[in-house]
Each structure stands twice: as structure tokens, then as C-alpha cells.
């Protein structure tokens, strides 16, 4: 990949929603319409999968929400490991984000309601009963 793409990828990923077209292509010093092109490109070769916006839930919600990442024993099913499972588990609207993990847990699951107890109804009535699940530890984060 040449120098001028790795230069607007570093632009793209630390600045995204900040950024227009024409700002990149002035910090770069090419033409608008190549930037354009580039980006189209990239976006098409899937080196640019999306954009992310950071945004700070406190502010919008009437009260703070609770956030617990939760270590997930499971036994991963044959054929398919451990991506039935992480789906499965990913469909619960409580459910942020599903991690494959290395180490003595086999998938992170971020997790987010409304109180603490909230959260261990989801894990004791819904994510545990789960038949392939073996073993969770609950971390709320602080």
C-alpha cells in the first residue's frame, strides 16, 4: 500500500467524524476529487469498514447506565466453534459486544443495563441457562 493511502488512513482513523474531504485533502496536499477516489477505494476493498462516533450516554439518558463485562466458559460446537454461540449470545439486546478470548475463559461479553441487579437477572435467567454456556464472572465496570 503506497504512502499517500497509509497517510489518509491515519487521518481517517484518529479524526473520522471530524474530517470532510476537502479538510483531508488539504492536509494532504492532493486534490479533492483524489481523495475522494482513494477513499471510495478503500471503502471498497474493505480496508475502511466503517466509522465509528464515540458518544457520552450520560449526557443523553435520564440516569447512568451500568456496564459489566462478563467472563464466558462455553463448549463450542462442533463445525463451527465457538461463532454459534457468540452469535447466539451477541442477539440479546443487553449485549454490546462478544469477544473470543484466549486465556481461562473463552468469550468476553460486554453487557449494559439500567442497575447491577439488572444485569444479574440477564446473566442468571437468560446468558446461563444457555446449554452451551459452562461457567461466567461477572466484572462491572467501575
Same mark, same amino acid.
Given at each position: ?49 466503517? !466509522? ?5 450516554? &450520560?449526557?443523553? +439518558? ?7 463485562? $462478563?467472563? @464466558? %466458559? ?15 449470545? !451477541? ?5 454490546? &459486544?462478544?469477544? +473470543? ?7 468476553? $461479553?460486554? @453487557? %449494559? ?30
Amino acid at each position: 500500500m503506497n504512502e499517500t493511502k497509509v497517510e489518509l488512513l491515519k487521518l481517517i482513523e484518529k479524526n473520522a467524524n471530524h474530517l470532510e474531504v476537502e479538510k483531508i485533502a488539504k492536509l494532504m496536499g492532493r486534490s479533492i476529487t483524489e481523495i475522494q477516489k482513494l477513499i471510495d477505494e478503500l471503502e471498497k476493498k474493505k480496508v475502511i469498514l466503517g !466509522y465509528s462516533t464515540l458518544i457520552d450516554w &450520560a449526557k443523553v +439518558l435520564d440516569g447512568e447506565e451500568v456496564t459489566a463485562m $462478563v467472563d @464466558v %466458559k462455553v463448549t463450542p460446537a462442533r463445525g463451527v466453534g465457538f461463532d454459534k454461540v457468540a452469535e447466539r449470545i !451477541y442477539r440479546f439486546p443487553e449485549v454490546k &459486544a462478544v469477544y +473470543l478470548m484466549s486465556g481461562a475463559y473463552d468469550l468476553s $461479553v460486554s @453487557v %449494559k443495563g439500567k442497575t447491577m441487579m439488572e444485569i444479574g437477572h440477564f446473566i442468571s435467567e437468560k446468558l446461563s441457562t444457555l446449554d452451551s454456556v459452562l461457567s461466567t464472572t461477572t466484572h462491572f465496570v467501575l
